[in-house]
């Protein structure tokens, strides 16, 4: 009986079973390729396409900047530029913050710009061509950083969001500017966008190396930066001891070498960074001593520097709210890119002092906010065109290509006033690197603030100031000799009071840099029309009291040229030094003639020897 039931149940049952066996190893085969074909999915978003050709364009753009763009901020010339040429070339100027008295600035930063000037001298012997390879190298590395940002936001938010941040970073007057600054916050903006890339492809180690090289090499308030990543690492993902691991090896890595070197140079111990925190943030002169502007300041600068794209930027989290709520195709994780900026805008703006470049650091979260609203403004648009009009749904990428064809243009007039109205400085002190005296004399007097540095003085050469309409604090020459960064100068404050021991007489003066607008005061008179002055090279410098608004921020074609009025940058000489070139060319070619004279006399009288 029980075979006859087992029979039976075999029959009913065993074709199903087999057919359930078969089912299964289907599905477990189905599910074995679709895995393979989701990790080769994944290996695929992971390559980021034409990633040479991005990086040779990056590339060619900073280099570009190197080689045009000009010092647009007077610190950068004396708190960074001077320091290095006195490391490479044992002369220059001095601030107060290098007064070991105060030493709110480390040596590490400049000396590691110093050792490839001296290192360049070697090869090149030109101080010219040495600025100008520095530069080209500070905008190699911004190009590095901004390569790997680019390949980050690729991986993590598509190829749409990467693509506008590369077109809104590429053009920006902004990253043409600070590209190539050799200043602390261009640092630290290089840093920190190499620490958000780092983070994005999940390599918290890195972030957190490249925050602490940011805020302690470069800029210690670009620590506040690193806040999302913090959050991130510690609060959302609960790594706590990872966290303080890493922080311990990034601030050893970063802090040991500044502190060596500044001991070797102030010859004694010095943390720069926690000096000049403790300086802006305890000091009651701290940041209301220089540059203190309205809040309307960093709104006119964010314009100029990033046009309509800061417009966007600067309503990209409440878009993004809203746009959230809607659909989930955004990750949250955009968020830990877009609060850094509204907290570098919230401290920076309710801060007295204010400078251009104190926004350096959040420059490339500008471009990517404003990359965030494109997207959420193409998407939003895609979705209604397809509700309504579903054969024109691809028809709202040109919103997207509209705004770029504005941007593009706005930048490239932005770019092109910068070339074009304020290149003057620039091209005389390469003039004055070409002076035939050895041991000349060049003073600066109103235009102290746009001298490029001593990389741009013949060697053997000074530079000395005049007495203008200037009421501050000048910097002064380094001792010479070995003590220059660790002597003590007595003369130097930090309350930005004139110092007059600066000033020479106008009369030792064997060039002036000088220009002329048409106007003159008893400290600043025309030194080119006054007698004993010659000027011997000129070139148009944009008068932006006389001109209109709109014609000096942007180089519109036609119209700017009828808006704009330009004075005239000289370089001087002493006519006595004229006059007694003129004298010694003059006896030279007598010479040359008494000596061809008596070359043919000699000829004449071995002939009739002969």
Known sequence: ???????????????????????RKLLHSLQQKQSIKAAEKKAEDSLVPYTEWIFSILTAARIYAALTSHITDCDETYNFWEPSHFLAFRSGFQTWEYNPKFALRSYFYVGAHAAIAKIASLLIDHKVFVFYLIRMMLGMFCAISEDQFYSAIYRKFGSFVANCWLITSLFA?????????????????????????AWLDGCHQASVLWVA????????F?????????????????QLKKFIEYFFIAFVYTISPLILVDLMLYKRMVIAPLNIVLYNVLNIHGSTLYGTEPL??????????????????????????????????????????LMPMYIWFAIMFSA????????????????????????????????????????????????????????????????????TYYRAPMHIFKDVYNIPEAEATVCIGKEWHRFPSSFFIPTGATVRFVKSEFKGQLPQRYFPGTNGTSGINPDQNDENREEPSVYISIKECDYLVDVDYGTETKLEPR??????????????????????????????????????????????????????????????KELQKEREEKIMQDKLHGNDEL
């Open 352 to 419: 007295p002092h204010k400078e251009e470049r104190f926004l350096y650091p959040v420059y490339p979260l500008i471009s990517f906010s404003a990359s965030i609203v494109l997207y959420i403004i193409w998407k939003s648009t895609s979705a209604c065109f397809a509700y309504f009009y579903k054969h024109m749904k691809e028809a709202s990428i040109l919103n997207i290509t509209g705004f770029f064809i504005m941007y593009i243009a706005l930048s490239c007039c932005r770019i092109s006033a910068l070339e």
């Open 173 to 197: 007057p902004g990253m043409f500017i600070s590209s190539t600054s050799f200043l602390p916050s261009s640092f630290a903006m290089y840093s920190m966008t190499l620490a958000y890339a």
């Open 222 to 238: 670009a620590a506040v930066l690193g806040i999302p990543i913090f959050w991130d690492i510690v609060i959302k993902n609960g």
């Open 296 to 337: 309307s300041f960093y709104i006119y600068n964010g314009f100029l520097n990033f046009n309509i794209a800061f417009c966007l930027a600067l309503i990209a989290l409440p878009c993004f709210v809203v746009y959230k709520y809607f659909n989930n195709d955004l990750k949250w994780k955009v968020c830990y890119l």
């Open 527 to 588: 030194y080119n029309t006054r007698s004993g002055w010659t000027s011997i090279k000129s070139y148009p410098f944009l008068n932006s009291a006389k001109s209109k608004t709109i014609a000096r921020a942007f180089n519109i074609p036609g119209y700017s040229r009828k808006n704009i009025k330009y004075g005239t940058y000289h370089l001087l000489k002493r006519s006595r030094l004229i006059k007694h070139q003129e004298e010694e060319r003059d006896r030279i």
């Open 1 to 23: 009986m029980a075979d006859e039931l087992e029979k039976r149940w075999n029959k009913s049952y065993g074709s199903s079973k087999m057919k359930y066996e078969n089912d």
């Open 213 to 220: 090289a940011a805020s302690i090499i470069g800029w210690p």
